[in-house]
């Protein structure tokens, strides 16, 4: 392979807004987009070779080559590209149906990918031909990239993007209905900096009322000085059971025991906790239950101390990944006030459904 980009290369990165921000505080204005959620991926082609390079630069390649075809064939000799790589069920992303496509059998991969093939989107130009485009402003790249993709296919699109920001409070409130995840804005005078924070995204910020029902020591943890290393957290469903929604893990050390010794009179026997039933099961599992591992967390000890269910906080959240949260939740405060059993899936906002066809379409 010899392109003028050569990986690896890290891709640009973006910094948190609370809000849609203001083009006339950039010089040039901005360029806003979906923020699609999937792998970050970007693409080097010379020729008939192919490589997919992760955002930590790993390859992606033997993963998808369902991608892998569909890049070889519309894309000119000598290109490369930043996007990324999901995967839609209906009409919906589905981040956890993705993660399974990385699988260490080449079989199932073969499988996976009839069953459920990925997609690409592309959202940056980096490199074509002979010329380096990332001292580029972002304006004349994203014109190069049009022109690069004049004939998208089922499997490689061009992201949409607007200058205005009011389409863009309009996307970033109803694209989440299709499983997006924000909406990123770009300086259209901006070079493309690798591992630099000269994006911005713009997501969901929700809270939520939860139960905490256990919690995990941390990785640096030691029989001479634990420290707490994530709040098991849960929801109560329609059949009244307590349903493992996810974690929050973001402390300080000095909060990791504190709270130790703060919980610690809650801690109770597996065998009458809610989640006991779970406790033999210490190998994969669909159900993402706490106390269990996966080809995700190979090596790392998911064994959990069983908390009686009598305490309630509340968390900050961006958005769902079907029955749990799709990251980890921000510990926000205690709910002293709050009965456990009133914390349901109920409070949580329903996101309208959105036509994922309808925004893969060219502009």
């Not at 059998?105 to 990918?113: D, T």
């Not at 010329?131 to 972002?138: H, I, N, R, T, Y």
């Not at 994006?199 to 000085?225: C, F, P, W």
């Not at 906790?273 to 080809?295: F, K, L």
Request: charged share 25%; with cysteine.
């Amino acid at each position: 392979m010899d392109l003028p980009v050569m990986p690896p290369v890290q891709p640009m990165l973006a910094k948190s807004a609370g809000g849609i921000p203001d083009p006339a505080k950039f010089d040039g204005g901005l360029s806003f987009e979906p923020k699609w959620d999937g792998f970050r991926c970007l693409v080097f082609k010379d020729g008939d070779e192919v490589e997919l390079a992760s955002r930590n630069t790993k390859s992606l390649a033997r993963y998808f080559p369902e991608v892998v075809a569909a890049l070889r064939d519309c894309l000119p000799d000598k290109v490369v590209l930043d996007g990324e790589i999901f995967v839609a069920v209906g009409d919906r992303l589905e981040f956890e149906v993705l993660q399974e496509r990385i699988h260490p059998a080449a079989s199932r991969i073969k499988l996976l990918s009839e069953q459920t093939p990925a997609q690409y989107v592309a959202f940056d130009l980096l490199a074509l031909a002979e010329e380096d485009l990332m001292a580029k402003p972002f304006a004349e790249r994203r014109a190069e990239l049009v022109a690069v993709l004049t004939a998208p296919s089922d499997t490689v699109h061009i992201t949409r993007t607007t200058t205005d920001p009011a389409i863009a409070q309009e996307w970033f409130e109803t694209f989440e209905g299709a499983g997006l995840d924000g909406v990123v804005a770009k300086p259209l005078g901006a070079a493309y900096v690798p591992n630099a924070r000269s994006m911005i995204k713009i997501k969901q910020a929700r809270t939520a009322d939860v139960v905490l029902a256990g919690y995990r020591l941390h990785k640096n943890s030691t029989a001479a000085e634990p420290l707490l290393g994530s709040l098991l957290l849960g929801l109560y469903d329609d059949e009244g059971h307590l349903a493992h929604i996810g974690v929050s893990a973001s402390f300080t050390a000095a909060k990791r025991k504190s709270l130790l010794a703060e919980l610690k009179p809650l801690e109770e026997g597996v065998d009458d906790h809610p989640w006991g039933e779970w406790a033999q099961w210490m190998i994969a599992n669909p159900d993402r239950v706490p106390g269990t591992g996966s080809r995700w967390s190979a090596g790392k000890d998911l064994s959990f101390v069983p908390l009686r269910p009598e305490r309630v906080l509340e968390v900050g959240y961006d958005h769902m990944e079907g029955r749990r949260f799709r990251h980890t939740a921000q510990f926000k405060r205690w709910r002293p006030d709050r009965d456990p059993a009133s914390c349901t899936y109920d409070q949580l906002e329903e996101v309208a459904r959105y036509d994922l066809a309808a925004i893969l379409r060219p502009e």
